[in-house]
Nanobody
């Protein structure tokens, strides 16, 4: 069974930094695009950043210039380096990846369980 597991969330002060990791495991044939989303209480889930299999990145306007998404294909892992954190960044952060398992002709989205990031003094 394919699964995604996030780690690295926690409490950080405004202006601080945090790095999130998400690792895919299971019988994986290929991983295409990977992404980070977040959802704050009472708000819709928001796209934070995406990275293609070739390394092309895109960012939501609210995090552009502050967050960096990267991936290590050998480790089946995607990272989100967050800097200059603001209180508005407080949310549950979810890893997403388009994955084709062995024996499946096409990929589909998989989601991690989420990790809480709280930015507060």
């Amino acid at each position: 069974q394919v699964r995604l597991v996030e780690s690295g969330g926690g409490l950080v002060q405004p202006g601080g930094s945090l790095r999130l990791s998400c690792t895919a495991s299971g019988r994986i044939f290929s991983i295409n695009a990977m992404a980070w989303y977040r959802q704050a209480p009472g708000k819709l889930r928001e796209l934070v950043a995406t990275i293609s299999s070739g390394g092309t990145t895109n960012y939501g306007d609210s995090v552009k210039g502050r967050f960096t998404i990267s991936r290590d294909n050998a480790k089946n892992t995607v990272y989100l380096q967050m800097t200059s954190l603001k209180a508005e960044d407080t949310a549950v952060y979810y890893c997403n990846a388009d994955i084709a398992p062995w024996g499946t002709p096409v990929g589909r989205p998989y989601w991690g369980q989420g990790t809480q990031v709280t930015v507060s003094s």
